[in-house]
């Protein structure tokens, strides 16, 4: 976990979202809570991250997800050095889906 940004704010903000149950209440809440450019960032490097775990070049996401290469490269940088929490999802999504 990156001490950065752990706080009581980070914190709250955790345990709001962890009340979500249902993906409807995600859309509120997050819609509520961020601009829509913000919502489709972090949805493009979730699927950029997603594409990266699969194996897919950089070359097949800039044209799948009009992300650019210095977006790829910082998920890749996170898939490869940060907290696993992308590979958290993934594998939590893989089970559900199984």
Do not use: H, W
Not at 44 to 67: C, F, H, P, W
């Amino acid at each position: 976990m990156n001490p950065k940004i752990r706080n009581s704010n980070t914190d709250a903000l955790f345990q709001a979202i962890l009340t979500l149950e249902t993906v409807d209440e995600c859309y509120k809440f997050f819609d509520d809570l961020c601009t829509v450019p913000e919502i489709k960032a972090m949805a493009q490097r979730y699927v950029v991250a997603k594409m990266l775990s699969e194996g897919e070049i950089y070359n097949d996401i800039v044209k799948d997800t009009g992300a650019s290469t210095a977006t790829i490269s910082r998920v890749n940088r996170s898939l490869n050095y940060g907290s696993d929490g992308y590979k958290l999802t993934f594998d939590r999504l893989k089970g559900e889906n199984e």
